[in-house]
C-alpha cells in the first residue's frame, strides 16, 4: 500500500485518438504469398516460430513456437449452459446447432482451436461465371459511383455481374479502418521485368496504369479499390505483355492481363513444382501489392504532479544515515516507557569544498510512478530512464503516455 496518494485532477487526465497510417506490403510467387518481406523463420519446435503459413499473421500471435505433443497449444474454451453459445473450431468451421444439443452435455467444455490467422486472398471468375461474393457487394459498388463512374456495377464499362473479373479481398486487420486512398500500388513482373504498375492517383479508387511510361493502355482504368471494404476488383483484360503463360493453373496459356494479377494468392492454384521455363510455366510471373491502413490507436495522457514540499521523504533504507543512527536503532523501553529514537537522514547535499559538509536539505529521487484505481489496486507503474532529484523547493509533473 502506498505511503502518499494524490488524485488526479480533471486537468490531470486526457483522453485522445491518434490516426496513423502503416504501409503494409505482399509479394505473390509461385503461389506462395510473403508479407512484408518477411521470411521464414523455423524454432525450437515448429518449423515456423509464429505457427502460420507465409504470408499470414497470427492474430494476437498465440500459440508462438508450439506444438500440441512438446508444448501444448493454447486454445479458448466455454462450458455448455442454458444459452447457444458456441465457438469457431478453426479448420473445421462452426459446430451446428444440431451438434450443440446432441454432441455436448449441459457442463460440457467446448473448445475451439488458436491460432487464428489472416492473409490476402484472389478469386477470379471467368465470363458468366457464377459469383456469389461479387454480387453481394453490389450495393457496396454503386455507393462509391459518386467518386467514380467506374464502380457502377452495370454499365456501357462494363457488367460486373458477368464480364471476367479478379478479386482481391483485404482481411480488415491488415488495414483496420479503411485502405488509405492515394496508397494502392499494383505491380506485375514477367522473368523479373515489370510490365504493368496501377495507382489510385487521383485518390478517387480508380486503378489507372502508369507504367512502363507509353505502354499500350497507359492511363487506362483497370479496376477499383473498395478503401472502406477492403477489396480490390481488377476488370483490364487488355494484354500488358506478350510473352504466354499457364496464368489459370491448367494447360492453357495466356498473356499477362490485370485479371491474372496475384494468381496463386490461396486462390487454389498450385505451384508450379517441376516445370521449367521451356513449359511456360506461371513461375515466370510475380505480383507486389502494396497500401497503406487506416488505423486509430485510443491513448491516455496523464500528469503526475510532485507538488513543492511533498514527496521528500522515503521509506528506502538509504534514506536513513545508517552509522550515524546505529546507537539510536534500539527504543528506549521500560515498566512504563517505550520511546522510539529519531534517525538521522542522510544528507545527500554536495558542498563547494571537500572537507565541510553541505547544509543539510531533505532531497530523494523519483524513479517510479505508480498508478492505483479506485479501490487502491495498483494497474501500472511507470519507470523513468534516470531517477529525479526532488528537492523540497521543487515542482515536478511527470507526464505518463498510455496507447491501448
Known amino acids: 500500500m502506498p505511503t502518499c496518494l494524490h488524485k488526479f485532477s480533471q486537468d490531470d487526465v486526457f483522453y485522445n485518438r491518434i490516426k496513423t497510417h502503416p504501409q503494409y506490403e505482399f509479394y505473390v510467387y509461385d503461389s506462395v504469398v510473403y508479407f512484408n518481406n518477411r521470411s521464414l523463420q523455423s524454432g525450437s519446435f515448429t518449423p515456423s516460430v509464429p505457427n502460420v503459413s507465409p504470408g499470414f499473421v497470427n492474430l494476437y500471435e498465440l500459440n ?42 449441459a457442463g460440457a467444455k467446448i473448445t475451439g482451436s488458436y491460432p487464428l ?26 455507393y462509391y459511383v459518386p467518386l467514380s463512374k467506374h464502380y457502377q456495377f452495370s454499365s456501357s ?43 489510385d492517383i487521383n485518390r478517387n479508387g480508380d486503378l489507372i496504369q502508369v507504367a512502363p511510361y507509353g505502354s499500350t493502355n497507359s492511363g487506362s482504368v483497370a479496376g477499383v479499390a473498395l478503401y472502406n471494404e477492403g477489396f480490390v476488383c481488377l476488370t483490364g483484360a487488355w494484354a500488358i505483355n506478350d510473352r504466354q503463360l499457364k496464368y489459370t493453373g491448367g494447360t492453357s496459356v495466356d498473356q499477362a492481363k490485370w485479371l491474372y494479377f496475384g494468381v496463386g494468392a490461396n486462390d487454389g492454384v498450385t505451384g508450379s513444382s517441376g516445370e521449367t521455363a521451356s513449359t511456360q510455366t506461371r513461375a515466370s510471373a510475380s505480383f507486389y501489392m502494396a497500401f497503406s491502413g487506416t488505423h486509430y490507436v485510443p491513448n491516455v495522457t496523464m500528469f503526475a504532479h510532485a507538488p513543492r514540499g511533498y514527496l521528500n521523504h522515503s521509506n528506502n533504507p538509504t534514506f536513513i544515515d545508517q552509522e ?20 538521522v537522514i542522510r544528507n545527500t547535499v554536495s558542498a563547494s569544498f571537500s572537507e565541510p559538509t553541505a547544509s ?40 505518463l503516455k498510455l496507447d491501448i
Do not use: C, W
Open 64 to 105: 508462438i513456437d508450439r506444438l500440441t505433443g512438446d508444448t501444448g497449444l493454447i486454445y479458448p474454451m466455454i462450458t455448455k449452459g442454458g444459452g447457444v453459445e458456441v465457438l469457431k473450431r478453426g479448420p473445421g468451421g462452426t459446430i451446428t446447432t444440431s451438434d450443440y444439443f446432441t454432441q455436448f452435455a
Open 117 to 142: 490467422t489472416a492473409s490476402i486472398t484472389r478469386e477470379y471468375f471467368a465470363a458468366s461465371a457464377a459469383r456469389k461474393h461479387v454480387d453481394a457487394l453490389k450495393n457496396t459498388f454503386n
Open 157 to 199: 464499362m462494363g457488367e460486373k455481374s458477368s464480364q471476367a473479373l479478379n478479386l482481391i479481398s483485404i482481411p480488415s486487420i491488415f488495414y483496420g479502418s479503411s485502405i488509405k486512398k492515394g496508397s494502392v500500388d499494383l505491380r506485375f513482373y514477367v522473368t523479373g521485368t515489370m510490365v504493368g504498375q496501377l495507382r
Open 324 to 343: 550515524s543512527s546505529a546507537s539510536f536503532a534500539n527504543p528506549m523501553t521500560g515498566t512504563y516507557q517505550y520511546i522510539e529514537r529519531d534517525m
Open 360 to 399: 543539510f536539505k531533505k532531497i530523494t529521487y523519483i524513479s517510479k510512478v505508480a498508478i492505483y484505481d479506485e479501490y487502491k489496486n495498483i494497474i501500472g507503474i511507470a519507470t523513468v530512464a534516470t531517477p529525479v532529484k526532488k528537492t523540497e523547493q521543487r515542482d515536478l509533473t511527470f507526464k
